[in-house]
């Protein structure tokens, strides 16, 4: 008698989709699902995931824009298991990635630069996929179509896999220029022109 054995593979599908202020439980617990190691890279603290109030803002219109990778399929099935920041402010701002200050349109400097800053955080199991760069590839879309002409980013100079997602996207995935970097201690911050639609 042979005896006949099945093997059932969940089909998993990531889902990319604008988040709102409903998204935020699944968004505070993406939040918990990070190692400290990667909340220390998104937020460039070791003080871990940010208070429920902030993340709350963050998801709120005046702050700017998110994006969220859902899974669909599989045994995590409805977890955001990445989030995009599209954040209003940028250098201009008020230094705090532009969370705290209300605003409904790009913020212009002097000489017509529009800034926005660009954020990502991927829980440590779907990280190395592409989820990252898909999000921030959306993001760069975002910004042109909302007018802005510049994103921004910091990034810890230790932070490896933020710095591959940057340059693939310099590299033709949706930025329009060269970036410039400027360097405070373990701080990098790079501003680069945004790719307009065509």
């Given at each position: 008698?042979?005896l006949d054995?099945e093997?059932q593979v969940a089909?998993?599908e990531?889902v990319?989709r604008?988040?709102g202020?409903?998204d935020l439980?699944?968004?505070?617990?993406?939040?918990?699902r990070c190692?400290?190691?990667?909340?220390?890279r998104?937020?460039?603290?070791?003080?871990?995931?940010?208070?429920r109030?902030?993340i709350?803002?963050?998801?709120?219109?005046?702050a700017?824009h998110?994006?969220?990778?859902v899974?669909?399929?599989?045994?995590d099935?409805?977890?955001?298991?990445?989030?995009?920041?599209?954040?209003?402010?940028?250098?201009?701002?008020?230094?705090n990635?532009?969370?705290?200050s209300?605003?409904?349109?790009?913020?212009v400097?002097?000489?017509?630069?529009a800034?926005?800053?660009?954020?990502?955080?991927?829980?440590d199991?779907?990280?190395?996929r592409?989820i990252g760069?898909v999000?921030?590839r959306?993001?760069?879309?975002?910004a042109?179509v909302?007018g802005?002409?510049?994103?921004?980013?910091?990034v810890l100079a230790?932070?490896q896999?933020a710095l591959?997602?940057i340059r693939r996207l310099?590299?033709?995935?949706?930025?329009?220029?060269a970036p410039?970097?400027?360097?405070?201690?373990?701080m990098?911050t790079?501003?680069?022109?945004?790719?307009?639609p065509?």
């Open positions: 008698m042979m054995i093997r089909a998993v990531i990319y604008a988040a202020e409903s439980a699944r968004l505070v617990e993406l939040h918990r190692s400290p190691e990667t909340l220390a998104r937020y460039a603290s070791a003080a871990g995931a940010p208070p109030a902030r709350a803002h963050m998801l709120t219109p005046e700017g998110t994006l969220l990778a899974v669909s399929g599989g045994t099935d409805g977890a955001a298991v990445a989030v995009a920041h599209l954040l209003t402010g940028g250098t201009h701002g008020d230094g990635g532009g969370v705290d209300p605003r409904s349109g790009p913020d400097a002097p000489g017509g630069t800034v926005a800053e660009a954020a990502l955080l991927v829980a199991a779907w990280q190395r592409g760069a999000l921030a959306r993001l760069a879309v975002l042109a909302a802005y002409t510049h994103v921004q980013a910091h230790g932070n896999p591959r997602t310099v590299g033709g995935g949706g930025l329009g220029g410039v970097w400027a360097y405070d201690g373990p990098l790079m501003t680069v022109p945004v790719a307009r065509a």
